[in-house]
Nanobody, 121 residues
């Protein structure tokens, strides 16, 4: 059983910063990639940022230059540093992990429960 637990969401004024954390626990053999997605009311879930096992990163255009994703592989933890936040960043942020639970098992996607980020104008 694998669990992803997010923390760090909250309410912040425009221009402020927040740092999200996501820790994966359980039976984990390897983690191929971890990332953050978000879903605003009435909108589809979208990719925010992703980081691979070798440290390659990819960001949504809307957050480039403002958000930074990082990971601590030894702790199976991924972080999202969010700076210069805008009201349009308001959403539920979900952690995602693409990982294997055993040697040679297929990669499966796991999701956290989500954490609310609200940016006031």
């Amino acid at each position: 059983q694998v669990q992803l637990v997010e923390s760090g969401g909250g309410l912040v004024q425009a221009g402020g910063s927040l740092r999200l954390s996501c820790a994966a626990s359980g039976t984990i053999f390897s983690t191929d990639a971890m990332g953050w997605f978000r879903q605003a009311p009435g909108k589809q879930r979208e990719l925010v940022a992703i980081i691979t096992s070798v440290g390659s990163t990819n960001y949504a255009d809307s957050v480039k230059g403002r958000f930074t994703i990082s990971r601590d592989s030894a702790k199976n933890t991924v972080y999202l540093q969010m700076n210069s936040l805008k009201p349009e960043d308001t959403a539920i942020y979900y952690c995602n992990g693409a990982l294997r639970t055993r040697w040679r098992s297929p990669v499966s996607n796991y999701w956290g429960q989500g954490t609310q980020v609200t940016v006031s104008s």
